[in-house]
């Protein structure tokens, strides 16, 4: 029983940055309706810019700020791409699409960042908050896990209680229609994809020390993040911030049972799987098809 | 220094060229009908891994020989195959070589998968390749390859074998990413160690992901009271395992990882750390660059304006191997003749590398079996043993 609670505590790094990500994810789909695949590959630039601005003598806390900047910027880069040639295009099409991005993303980041090579990535928040069960948990875990609970809450507020929030809805439910009644949608998504780029690379420049430092990794920590985001249906705040904290540390109990822990991996495509098969439970095998 | 690396060059030179020249005086020496002699290499340069240091720096020992008038006048032609890691691609890249261009063997092969696909292939095809880097287990495994580097599973035992002899750790504990069929090799690697030392593994996991978070693991590693751990990890990944051991406050175990962690940017990315670390190399240690093993080498990458990895080592060495056996030769450098000399030449030392290479007609080649331990301080590589570790052969 200790063990298997000290397992749960050791994922609970993974936690954060899922749940932190995947918050993100639904962040993206509920505002601008894409199921945006570039997310980790955009804060992850973005983290490797700051380290340039390191690597150029800049001071830390400056080259954050330039690293932002950066993240901001490719943010609204791929943005210009979704909304300008993009906009009236199928889900599908669009995730297509970000999903050629990555693609495209980690291979020149790659080779930017020379490959495989490992690079540097100074901790922001260092040292230990807690010991819980004989693990050491980070201040930069207990950070990303607040950041991604402030994340939800005030993502909550903000779609549901201002009025940016009703025409970021209106937007992504109907453009065409939005457009027509005056919303300024073009500017309001270009928006909404710079203040996810320099969110998602802040939140990368945290969890960037306690990951495999290569640009494809960090990249990839999409992947259990839209996981967390289908957890939510992609509406969902609080249930993608569940989702996330919950393959977290399911990947960190896994590895207390070592017949188990092989299959550690595949633990985000079977919560996917699990979640579903239970959303479609009332469905009839015809409608749902 | 200046002055120092000119005098290196020439020395290394000197020795290089008369490595080339020096045919048997009595004998005719090799000789080529059609002009040239067609050697090849399969390597992933585009891909996931780009390994394409090793044949191109096979490809500058070559073209330096060439530009001197050859092996006895024959000039070698030299082509490089990308496999892009893909199976079918390997599989056409290696076909190209033996059916088209005609080898008679391969030199300073490097990729995630020659060996895997093609081993067979040039079993059957009756080539032979004196491979740069043997990366997949196959390499080690099969009557067509032998590599001219120690490879991870061979490295695994010595570095085993180095915790339990030399630091004199007690319970030591493996864990591995295991990709493709390498769990075998391993398995094996640990249980040669087992052999050699009496001893036993005080814990074994063969589950480490490819990507995620660590935590768990060095939870488990310290939790198990291991003295030493060893990883296969590469770069980046170990950085991250030595990371996650520091945000852990881990201390008191040492790290040991292979020949994949043993680069600068490795070192420069964990130079702020406590953590032991140690690395096991391939060959003589690359950073070392005032050894007198790596003058040659050294020498000969600066002229040709190449960088000093150890990737370079290994393509370096196949080449020289291969050098060597061709001026063995006496006759027609054919397939045949090149497969009879490899297959009936006699264990030759080289500088770069702690055992003999030898190809031979075994089913199985690791001729090398030697290493030297890298200890990282302060940002670099230090070398932790001056002298080879050399495995004792398994009973």
């Known amino acids: ?289 | 220094m200046r002055g120092t690396s000119t005098f290196l060059t020439i020395s290394g030179l000197a020795c290089f060229a008369g490595l080339a020249l020096a045919e048997p005086a009595a004998a005719a020496g090799p000789t080529c009908d059609g002009g040239a002699i067609s050697v090849g290499a399969v390597s992933t340069i585009t891909g996931p891994a780009d390994f394409s240091e090793v044949p191109k720096a096979a490809k500058v020992v070559f073209d330096a020989v060439n530009a001197d008038g050859g092996v006895n006048g024959c000039q070698i032609d030299y082509t490089i195959s990308d496999d892009k890691a893909d199976p079918a691609v390997a599989a056409q890249a290696a076909r190209d070589l033996i059916d088209n261009r005609q080898v008679v063997a391969l030199v300073g092969s490097a990729s995630l998968l020659d060996c895997a696909v093609n081993a067979t292939t040039y079993k059957r095809q009756n080539v032979l390749s004196v491979q740069g880097l043997g990366v997949d287990a196959a390499c080690f495994n099969a009557p067509s390859v032998s590599p001219v580097n120690v490879g991870p599973y061979t490295l695994t035992t010595a570095m085993l074998y180095y915790a339990s002899e030399t630091l004199k750790n007690e319970k030591l504990c493996a864990f591995f990413i295991i990709i493709g069929g390498t769990q075998e090799a391993y398995k094996q690697g640990i249980a040669n160690w087992e052999k050699i030392t009496g001893r036993s593994i005080h814990l074994v996991d063969l589950t480490l992901p490819l990507q995620g978070d660590l935590t768990p693991y060095l939870i488990k590693a310290r939790d198990a009271g291991c003295d030493a751990v060893l990883t296969n990890q590469v770069e980046p990944g170990v950085v991250q395992w030595v990371k996650t051991a520091e945000a852990q406050k881990i201390d008191g175990m040492n790290w040991l990882f292979l020949a994949p962690g043993y680069t600068v940017e490795v070192a420069k990315a964990l130079a702020g750390t406590e953590q032991p670390v140690y690395v096991g190399t391939e060959w003589e240690p690359f950073t070392e660059t005032g050894s007198t093993a790596n003058a040659e080498w050294i020498a000969v990458m600066e002229k040709a304006g190449r960088s000093l990895t150890a990737f370079s080592q290994g393509g370096y060495l196949a080449a020289v191997v291969f050098l060597d056996v061709l001026n063995g030769i006496d006759g027609p450098v054919t397939r045949d003749s090149v497969n009879q000399a490899l297959l009936t030449m006699q264990p030759k030392a080289y500088d770069l590398a702690g055992s003999p290479y030898v190809f031979g007609a075994a089913d199985r080649h690791a001729p090398m079996q030697a290493t030297k331990i890298m200890k990282l301080e302060k940002g670099a590589w230090t070398v932790e043993t001056p002298d080879w570790v050399v495995l004792p052969s398994v009973e």
């Open chain 1, 1 to 289: 029983m200790n063990a298997l609670f000290t397992s749960a505590v050791a994922g609970l790094t993974a936690a954060g940055a899922y749940a932190l990500l995947g918050v993100c994810a639904v962040f993206t789909y509920r505002l601008v309706a894409v199921v945006n695949f570039t997310g980790a590959a955009i804060g992850t630039a973005g983290t490797f810019s700051m380290i340039g601005f390191i690597a150029l003598g800049l001071p830390l806390w400056p080259a954050v700020a330039a690293g932002v900047a950066v993240g901001t910027l490719a943010g609204a880069a791929i943005g210009f791409v979704m909304t300008r040639w993009f906009s009236e295009a199928s889900a599908t099409t669009k995730a297509a699409v970000t999903a050629a991005l990555l693609v495209g993303i980690v291979a020149m980041g790659l080779r930017f960042t020379g490959g495989q090579h490992p690079q540097e990535f100074p901790t922001l928040f260092p040292g230990s908050a807690f010991r819980l069960a004989g693990v050491e948990v980070t201040i930069a875990s207990v950070l990303t896990i607040v950041l991604a609970v402030a994340f939800t809450m005030l993502a909550d507020l903000f779609l549901n209680r201002t009025n940016i929030g009703l025409h970021l809805r209106a937007l992504s439910a109907r453009p065409m229609a939005a457009e027509l009644l005056g919303v300024r949608v073009a500017l309001l998504s270009q928006l909404v994809w710079a203040v996810t780029g320099a969110f998602t690379t802040f939140a990368l420049m945290i969890i960037a020390p306690q990951r495999s430092p290569d640009f494809m990794s960090l990249s990839l920590l999409v992947v259990p993040a839209l996981a967390a985001a289908l957890v939510g249906a992609f509406r969902s705040f609080r249930l993608a911030l569940a989702g996330g904290l919950m393959i977290g540390l399911i990947e960190g109990l896994t590895s207390a049972f070592g017949s188990l822990s092989q299959y550690r991996s595949i633990v985000p495509f079977l919560v996917v799987l699990a979640v579903l098969l239970w959303s479609q439970r009332g469905a009839r095998w015809d409608e749902a098809r």
